[in-house]
């Protein structure tokens, strides 16, 4: 399982006063924190910053890797932003994400394809919000052939089946469980990423169905997350998890954290 | 009798007895009570106790929807009936769509559902709304009031060129201007020059009142 640590995101109030202020040592305890607690990448994100998100992103990814190994997910929509942070970015990142939406898609692509890094594909077209599991694979197909065509290999997609509020409609989970699912059957080689937080809009403790979804994901393939590495409940259950789903030979990995004290 | 059948009727809006509400309202014309009465005093009572009750936080979203549901229920058992005598005039009419390059439409459509129940005439223009098309469906369908919701930090810009627009084609002065989505806060919307903002639908439907002059409160 890979855990993208989601925290550096300046839509949090205190990172945002962070990044505003150029605070390196607040961002660069949060990027550590989130290493230390086992994420793969950390994701960093300065969307808020409307007109200077490039220059912010910049920072963030310099100042980032001026303290961790960790590759980055460079979380943007922009392409111009995206391509800068890709200049300063050392090592291998994470690009997150292009979606097969006309304008985003033809303008992501070529700076995608000639960064051969990794990149987040989101399950979204012109024909808008994927309803069915099989609206969400049939954007999946169009997404995997397009990438391949660019030269991304499938190793490199991480494909987000977008995961809609059960509190607007009951049946939005499984929906997402289910493309999960046929992704993986049916791209061999190809990742399977989401958030967690979408699942619980509008319904109160929120952590729980979070949690819940997760577990029910990796279940059918997920094999990456967007998630707080900092909360030991979660991590210590997919930890569990993975040793249940048959991925802990001998059920090291288990029994190794446990005896480190990581799990609660 | 009256009041006690109406206080049940506004009862089960509140607790979202969608299966019972049609008996209970006819129950209520059987009693002579009048339509409007039905709706004002029995069912705008119980959405409004909703409100209540979502913005302290007791309340959650689908119990919302449930009980914007059994309104609708019912409010489409007693429109018919109005017809004839005296028509409830909408409290005003509301244009709402999703900005250029946005598709999120849950949000959206929330806000729609709660301003119907709450006496708006809404006319949704769907998600991926150009500038253009706002301009447009305002000249056309007169609206008292624009709402724009903009789900991704990298729409909301969208939401400042659609003002723009309204301004340029020279109808800003017909329209109050709302904003909202997950990133708008109300410093973003004092920044663009809309008239007002709201955090969630039920602030949405107040926020909606306000800027058309009309007192908010619980009936």
């Given at each position: 399982m890979q855990i993208v640590g989601e925290l550096i995101n300046t839509s949090r109030g205190a990172v945002h006063t962070a990044v505003d202020n150029l605070d390196a040592a607040f961002i660069q305890g949060l990027a550590a924190k989130q290493v230390e607690a086992g994420a793969d990448y950390v994701d960093v994100n300065a969307g808020t910053f409307v007109g200077k998100e490039g220059d912010k992103l910049c920072w963030l990814v310099e100042t980032v890797q001026a303290r961790v190994e960790t590759p980055l997910a460079l979380d943007t929509p922009d392409p111009e932003a995206l391509r800068r942070a890709l200049a300063v970015h050392r090592g291998r990142p994470l690009i997150n994400s292009i979606t097969g939406e006309t304008g985003r898609w033809e303008t992501m692509l070529p700076v995608v394809a000639e960064a051969k890094a990794a990149v987040i594909a989101l399950c979204l077209d012109d024909a808008g919000m994927p309803q069915s599991a099989a609206d969400r694979l049939r954007v999946a197909g169009k997404l995997v052939r397009g990438l391949e065509g660019a030269g991304v290999s499938m190793e490199d997609i991480y494909l987000d089946p977008l995961v809609c509020p059960?509190?607007?409609?009951?049946?939005a989970a499984l929906a997402a469980l289910e493309a999960i699912g046929a992704m993986r059957r049916e791209f061999p080689g190809v990742h399977a990423i989401c958030g967690l937080s979408n699942v619980s809009y509008g319904l109160p403790k929120r952590r729980l169905l979070n949690n819940a979804f997760c577990l029910l994901a990796m279940q059918q393939g997920l094999d990456a997350v967007l998630l707080d590495p900092l909360d030991r409940s979660l991590i210590s259950l997919i930890q569990a998890t993975q040793t249940l789903l048959g991925k802990d030979e001998y059920c090291m990995a288990y029994i190794q954290a446990v005896r480190e004290n990581r799990l609660t | 009798m009256n009041e006690a059948l109406l206080s049940r009727i506004g009862d089960a809006v509140l607790r979202g007895q969608l299966p019972s509400i049609e008996n209970l309202v006819r129950e209520a014309l059987a009693e002579n009570i009048p339509p409007l009465q039905i709706i004002q005093g029995g069912l705008a009572k119980g959405m409004a106790a909703v409100g209540v009750r979502f913005k302290a936080g007791d309340y959650f979203l689908p119990e919302v929807m449930v009980s914007a549901k059994t309104m609708a229920a019912a409010v489409a058992i007693l429109e018919p009936l109005l017809e004839s005598g005296t028509r409830i005039e909408p409290l005003g009419k509301f244009l709402i769509g999703t900005v250029s390059g946005d598709v999120h439409d849950i949000g959206k459509n929330i806000v729609s559902m709660m301003l119907r129940g709450a006496g708006f005439a809404v006319s949704d223009l769907g998600v991926n709304v150009s500038a253009e098309r706002f301009v447009e469906a305002i000249r056309k369908e007169r609206p008292d009031i624009v709402g724009m919701c903009a789900l991704l930090s990298t729409t909301m810009p969208a939401q400042k060129k659609t003002l723009e627009a309204i301004s340029a084609a020279g109808l800003r002065d017909q329209v109050k201007v709302m904003v909202g989505g997950a990133p708008v806060q109300a410093k973003w919307a004092e920044q663009i020059g809309a008239d007002g903002y709201a955090p969630d639908a039920v602030s949405a439907v107040d926020m909606a009142k306000e800027l058309l002059g009309l007192v908010s409160g619980t009936d």
């Open positions: 059960v509190s607007t409609d009951t049946s | -």
